[in-house]
């Protein structure tokens, strides 16, 4: 069983930075899409970025420019690097692996971001 633990959530000023991790129980580079997903109050879960192959990445229109997801495979962990946050941005965040043959999903417990002056 493929196990997700996720850090770096928390309270932050508009404008200012956050980054969080994921930490798996497997390793991620070679057959796994890493994703970030959110979700606010009373909206669905949206997607954020992935992650494929370490490189092949995607965002969401309304981070693009301000998030980067990476990977550090030495470590099986994936990372989103989190700047100039808005308010829109308050969601609690939940990292994925998704295999990329037989699509299985997994999912961290998710952690609280917060953007409020």
């Known amino acids: 069983q493929v196990q997700l633990v996720e850090s770096g959530g928390g309270l932050v000023q508009p404008g200012g930075s956050l980054r969080l991790s994921c930490a798996a129980s497997?390793?991620?580079?070679?057959?796994?899409?890493m994703g970030w997903y959110r979700q606010a109050p009373g909206k669905q879960r949206e997607l954020v970025a992935t992650?494929?192959?370490?490189?092949?990445?995607n965002y969401a229109d309304s981070v693009k420019g301000r998030f980067t997801i990476s990977i550090d495979n030495a470590k099986n962990t994936g990372y989103l690097q989190m700047n100039s946050l808005k308010s829109d941005d308050t969601a609690v965040y939940y990292c994925n692996l998704e295999h990329v043959f037989t699509k299985t999903n997994y999912w961290g417990q998710g952690t609280q971001v917060t953007v409020s002056s």
């Open positions: 992650i494929t192959s370490g490189v092949n990445t």
């Open positions: 497997v390793s991620i580079f070679r057959f796994y899409t």
